[in-house]
């Protein structure tokens, strides 16, 4: 996947190693470990994104999901639970990063 975030470019070309030991352990503990299915690890790292105001994550996982097969309803549907346990301000601001990218 391109990356669709100019900084994470320059960490790669400025960091190879890091980057590398990075990708790898985030690929163990997405795919290898553990019984949940792809689209629920796809939706619980859009949630944390978005509970934690990481706007790059955010969009990179909704970008991510959506490839993998999630649907915007799913989607949806995650960042609405946000609004009970981390407020409806943190709920508009993940909203808005995902307007932005149907739009």
Do not use: Q
């Amino acid at each position: 996947m391109e990356d669709i975030h100019e900084n994470f470019t320059r960490f790669k070309d400025e960091f190879p190693e890091i980057h590398a030991r990075h990708e790898a352990l985030g690929r163990e503990i997405h795919e290898k470990i553990g019984p949940l299915p792809e689209s629920s690890r796809w939706l619980i790292k859009i949630s944390i994104s978005a509970a934690c105001s990481h706007r790059r994550a955010l969009a990179t996982h909704i970008k991510k999901a959506r490839a993998a097969g999630v649907t915007d309803g799913e989607i949806k549907h995650a960042l609405l639970l946000l609004i009970p346990t981390a407020g409806f301000p943190v709920f508009m601001k993940a909203y808005s990063v995902l307007s932005k990218m149907v739009d």
